[in-house]
């Protein structure tokens, strides 16, 4: 089966959990530290506005708590999201309230956005759909000028950035995931970023228990005595990395400029045979100063056809998927929106594998047979003109 999602990794990995077991200290210690001094070295930023968590749902419930969000708020956040964000919304008592999206690009306009803020809004949860940075700059803007407190979702961003500056860095808190469909992988974790270091000190707290200290050994050190008592701050979970993950996560970040490169040489053939092929629609150009990850490889077709070929490519061992269903249509969230355009993009686009794992012939595969499926189910579904990179 060729994979829509599959994680890279090895002896070198191994090795690396390797020397956890060796040190005995198997909890979140030395290695993940230097994972957090890793990861803030390559988003740019100190070492003080980052803190491990146990994955990135985990990071975007606690970025709730950081927003004070409760009873009677409201968060808004694009419907093609992931249902981890608005889970974090509604578990902490406020209203997820969705917004539409580009219909081509699935990210959220900062039309969009502004059209569904209310008094009541206190925070905007964005998702950089699939790596594309979208208008993060102006939304952030937005939520500056409206004292709105912005949580990016940089899940499918983790080497996205705008004008050099990282997603995620660039709003209030910024999440990560390093589950095993992401590009770097450490089994699974998390990350959170703020551009308070003081909000990252409540996070790590809030991670573990509301503890003032997070260790008895570390603290036992400078204690007079009794080093085992503790005050707690808020009545929190456990919710950390450990350092057989984060030993992990250190080779995944050491390989992850490869792992982008490899993703772009397979985005850039897809482009090639797929671009401007009657009945499909490619992803449309990044605006300039812009990077992606190149998480997400979609294609956008007719609705009539789109189940039909993704059964196609399944027969011909070829797994491809659709990301993320739209939130709003969740009977769980209540909510009543009609968003055409999120609506129409949901119907009508199809997530290709994309990953660094694959090879030239998968991509070749996938390429022919999403070519022969579209050619064929589009003679039953004729007015579907649309093709190219528009």
């Known amino acids: 089966?060729?994979?829509?999602?599959?994680?890279?990794?090895?002896?070198?990995?191994?090795?690396?959990?390797?020397?956890?077991?060796?040190?005995?200290?198997?909890?979140?210690?030395?290695?993940?530290?230097?994972?957090?001094?890793?990861?803030?070295?390559?988003?740019?930023?100190?070492?003080?506005?980052?803190?491990?968590?146990?994955?990135?749902?985990?990071?975007?419930?606690?970025?709730?708590?950081?927003?004070?969000?409760?009873?009677?708020?409201?968060?808004?956040?694009?419907?093609?999201?992931?249902?981890?964000?608005?889970?974090?919304?509604?578990?902490?008592?406020?209203?997820?309230?969705?917004?539409?999206?580009?219909?081509?690009?699935?990210?959220?306009?900062?039309?969009?956005?502004?059209?569904v803020l209310t008094p009541r809004?206190?925070?905007?949860?964005?998702?950089?759909?699939?790596?594309?940075?979208?208008?993060?700059?102006?939304?952030?803007?937005?939520?500056?000028?409206?004292?709105?407190?912005?949580?990016?979702?940089?899940?499918?961003?983790?080497?996205?950035?705008?004008?050099?500056?990282?997603?995620?860095?660039?709003?209030?808190?910024?999440?990560?995931?390093?589950?095993?469909?992401?590009?770097?992988?450490?089994?699974?974790?998390?990350?959170l970023s703020a551009r308070d270091p003081e909000l990252v000190r409540r996070a790590a707290r809030f991670a573990y228990f509301g503890l003032e200290q997070f260790s008895g050994y570390s603290?036992?050190?400078?204690?007079?005595?009794?080093?085992?008592?503790?005050?707690?701050?808020?009545?929190?979970?456990?919710?950390?990395?450990?350092?057989?993950?984060?030993?992990?996560?250190?080779v995944q970040l050491g390989k992850l400029k490869d792992f982008v490169a490899r993703r772009e040489d397979v985005v850039a053939r897809y482009d090639e045979e797929l671009s401007g092929v009657a009945g499909i629609l490619t992803p449309p150009a990044l605006p300039p100063g812009h990077r992606t990850s190149h998480y997400l490889y979609w294609v956008q077709l007719d609705e009539r056809i789109r189940d039909e070929v993704a059964k196609d490519l399944l027969e011909n061992g070829i797994y491809t998927t659709f990301r993320y269903r739209a939130l709003h249509q969740v009977e769980a969230y209540g909510s009543a929106a009609r968003l055409p355009d999120a609506e129409r993009a949901v119907a009508r686009t199809l997530c290709l594998p994309l990953h660094q794992g694959l090879t030239d012939d998968d991509v070749e595969t996938v390429i022919a047979a999403l070519r022969a499926s579209v050619a064929r189910r589009s003679a039953s579904a004729p007015g579907f003109e649309e093709g190219g990179n528009r």
């Open 1 to 115: 089966m060729i994979n829509v999602f599959q994680p890279t990794v090895g002896q070198a990995e191994l090795a690396a959990v390797a020397d956890v077991f060796e040190s005995n200290w198997l909890g979140k210690g030395g290695r993940t530290a230097e994972f957090e001094a890793m990861f803030a070295d390559h988003l740019g930023i100190t070492h003080d506005r980052v803190t491990t968590v146990s994955s990135c749902t985990e990071a975007l419930f606690i970025s709730m708590q950081l927003a004070e969000v409760g009873e009677g708020d409201e968060v808004v956040l694009p419907t093609v999201s992931f249902v981890g964000a608005g889970n974090a919304v509604a578990a902490h008592g406020a209203t997820p309230v969705f917004c539409d999206v580009d219909p081509r690009t699935l990210n959220p306009t900062v039309d969009n956005i502004e059209a």
């Open 121 to 191: 809004t206190k925070a905007v949860i964005l998702l950089h759909y699939g790596g594309y940075p979208g208008q993060i700059t102006e939304i952030a803007e937005l939520c500056r000028r409206r004292r709105i407190f912005l949580v990016e979702d940089s899940a499918n961003s983790i080497a996205s950035r705008v004008d050099g500056q990282a997603c995620g860095t660039i709003g209030d808190v910024g999440t990560w995931s390093f589950d095993s469909a992401k590009i770097a992988v450490a089994g699974d974790g998390g990350m």
């Open 219 to 250: 603290q036992a050190k400078s204690a007079s005595k009794r080093w085992w008592d503790f005050q707690i701050t808020s009545f929190s979970r456990r919710s950390v990395m450990n350092d057989i993950q984060s030993a992990i996560g250190l």
